[in-house]
């Protein structure tokens, strides 16, 4: 009996909860990088998320408090491919020991031009690409915590997978000649690329510039030559300039994408898995006939 006893105590001690101190403290830049953090850490990591919802990473400025966070992180994990300009200057200025992980590594990045799209989050295949190197950040650097990594990331790899082959099964019912739409910035390359919607963007991968009159009528000759049936407002971009080419060209506002950025809790895509279903559900409903 009391042996027993002695080896439900030691069971305890293994998978009880972990006390706030024994948490490894970790920085990711932008939401959805949270959400995959927070996929694959559960309650062995305590996540800050740098870039909050509904916000615009690019164009981000890094506050004080920021710099405390980072400071104070052992991780900080990161988008790369150009997405946070911002970032290798709050690390330097913060000080700190946190090593960069950079998620994308491993995916071959589209390139507009000469610059790399840094939006491969867009396409599910990829997300697993980025959830893949968490999983190993975290293992490396908490060792003792590893396997409960490599489980909780397999459970929510699993759950992507369904996502995948649930994002296909919509694109297929739109018809493959309204499968076209406009959006403010080019933040869908790679779901294009991986399911075969045609975006069409007056902003370029990035939203720091603004577009130009020849940028617009060249977008609303675009509309009518190729008949786009639907146009769309983002969660991170004014939505003056979709409106003026919707009531130009008089198609209609599709609804909502989210790009680059989750909603806040009670929003109707505070995770990953949520903002991706509640696009595909804004491209069937405004494409199909
Ligand atoms: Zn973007």
Redesign the pocket.
């Known amino acids: 009996m009391v042996r027993f006893w002695l080896v439900a105590l030691v069971m305890l001690a293994a998978t009880g909860p972990v006390r706030a101190g024994d948490r490894l403290n970790v920085v990711a830049s932008f939401s959805i990088l949270g959400d995959f953090v927070r996929h694959v850490g559960g309650d062995r990591v305590d996540v800050t998320t740098l870039v909050g919802p509904s916000s615009d990473a690019?164009v981000y400025v890094p506050t004080p408090s920021d710099a405390k966070k980072v400071a104070d992180a052992k991780l900080i994990f990161v988008n790369g491919l150009g997405f946070e300009g911002w970032l290798s200057r709050l690390v330097k200025s913060a000080g700190g020991k946190a090593s960069v992980v950079i998620t994308t590594t491993g995916i071959a990045p589209l390139k507009l031009g000469s610059e790399a799209d840094?939006?491969a989050w867009q396409s599910v295949v990829n997300a697993k690409i980025y959830v893949a190197n968490i999983r190993d950040a975290l293992a490396a650097a908490a060792p003792a915590d590893a396997e409960a990594f490599k489980s909780r990331a397999n459970a929510y790899l699993a759950d992507l997978d369904a996502l995948e082959r649930e994002v296909r099964e919509a694109i297929a019912k739109i018809p493959e000649s309204r499968r076209k739409v406009i959006s403010t910035?080019n933040?869908f390359g790679y779901f294009a690329a991986a399911y075969g919607v045609e975006f069409i963007a007056p902003l370029g991968?990035?939203?720091e510039s603004e577009a130009s009159a020849r940028d617009i009528a060249k977008i609303i000759t675009q509309i009518r030559a190729a008949k786009i049936p639907a146009v769309f407002l983002e969660n991170i971009s004014d939505p003056r300039l979709i409106g003026r080419i919707a009531a130009e060209t008089g198609v209609k506002v599709g609804g909502t994408l989210y790009?680059?950025s989750l909603t806040a809790e009670k929003g109707d895509s505070p995770t990953y898995i949520a903002m991706v279903r509640h696009n595909i559900k804004a491209l069937t409903s405004a494409l199909s006939p």
């Open positions: 690019h840094p939006h910035h933040a991968v990035s939203t790009s680059d």
